[in-house]
């Protein structure tokens, strides 16, 4: 049995009372003695922080980097300014997906950020692609640590304890999905303006030694609620963002993932991941994801239809425990944060 990894801050969290899980071969914290419904509301309400450093975290550097790594992802890194950071999947020769991953710009190389669970799959795909290309590839996982704060008072948070050099750009006008550098507590940091939730806030990559002098600043600072796996999920469920191992797999193309979603109205059962779709007595396919949203106080889910049946307002059942359960397909997200155009 392989033995699962800690992230830096595991005593931290166990010093929390948090229940620790195995998640992607690390001990993880998936709630706080709060409760994930509580920790779900801080971060729609106020703050929520996330320790995320089991995610892996990959430089490639050199005059073909950008050109290697438009040529195994779906998106265009050739047209991201320094700064800035992407969205994409990682892809096989078949548009399956790999892995879905972030893309940070820099002015010399690229950092592209990777689910833990893929990170030895993601790293050999990557090498096994890299021939003939002149860059080269470093894996800075292990010594980096990621620190999600979000939520409406995170950049408050965040700024009160920042230092951004003159010459980058400031904490106020990072747009979405770009970054700076600066300190945070006095520590080095890659600020980014990127998250899993839905909300406004912050994500801060730095020298893993770091991590638990960081986390202590931040939750010293404001109204800042610890958050686990558990509202996470949730979050990003509302939020609707993908998760590779449901929403997206091996046998699963960007086109694929990017239609086709279910929620679920007026009733107490929870669409659970497996559970059957039903469109006019035939199944069709299987939930993704499902929960009961704490924001809208409704059970939603996540699936793949057929185009015919992926109507917004068509109608089709959920079949749990037995029973079939009416549901309607709604347009993604299933929650948009106030103001948010």
């Known amino acids: 049995m392989t033995q699962l990894k800690r992230t830096p801050l595991h005593d931290v969290h166990v010093a929390l009372g948090a229940k620790i899980v195995p998640f992607a071969g690390y001990e993880m914290p998936v709630q706080y003695p709060t409760g994930i419904t509580v920790e779900h509301k801080a971060v729609r309400e106020a703050c929520g922080m996330f320790d995320v450093s089991h995610m892996g975290e990959v430089i490639v550097r050199g005059p073909d980097a950008i050109r290697f790594v438009n040529s195994v992802t779906s998106n265009d890194v050739a047209a991201l300014s320094v700064g800035q950071v992407q969205y994409s999947t990682l892809l096989r020769a078949d548009a399956t997906i790999v892995d879905d991953l972030l893309v940070y710009r820099f002015a010399d190389h690229l950092m592209l950020v990777i689910n833990a669970s893929n990170r030895e799959k993601d790293i050999a795909h990557l090498e096994a692609h890299r021939a003939g290309f002149d860059c080269t590839m470093t894996d800075i996982s292990d010594a980096t640590a990621l ?25 106020d006008a990072i747009k979405y ?83 086709n979603w279910l929620v679920k ?77």
């Open 177 to 259: 999905y770009w970054f700076t550098e600066g300190n945070v507590a006095g520590v080095p940091c890659i600020i980014s303006r990127t998250g899993y939730t839905g909300e406004l806030g912050f994500e801060l990559y730095f020298d893993h030694t770091k991590a638990a002098d960081i986390w202590h600043a931040i939750m010293a600072a404001g109204n800042v609620t610890p958050a686990g796996l558990g509202c996470r999920d949730s979050l990003r469920l509302e939020a609707g963002m993908c998760l590779y191992g449901n929403e997206l797999d091996d046998h699963t193309t960007p086109l694929e993932a990017g239609l």
């Open 265 to 341: 109205l007026g009733k107490t059962e929870i669409p659970r991941h497996g559970y059957g779709v039903v469109c006019g007595g035939v199944k069709v396919g299987e939930v993704c994801s499902g929960t009961m949203s704490p924001t809208l106080g409704i059970p939603v889910g996540t699936c793949y239809l057929p185009s015919a049946a992926a109507v917004e307002g068509a109608a089709f059942e959920v079949e749990i425990r037995g029973k079939m359960i009416p549901a309607r397909v709604v347009k993604l997200p299933f929650y948009k944060r106030p103001g948010k155009a």
């Open 147 to 171: 620190l999600a704060i979000q939520g409406p008072q995170a950049p408050a948070i965040v700024a009160a304890l920042a230092d951004v050099p003159s010459g980058n750009t400031p904490l």
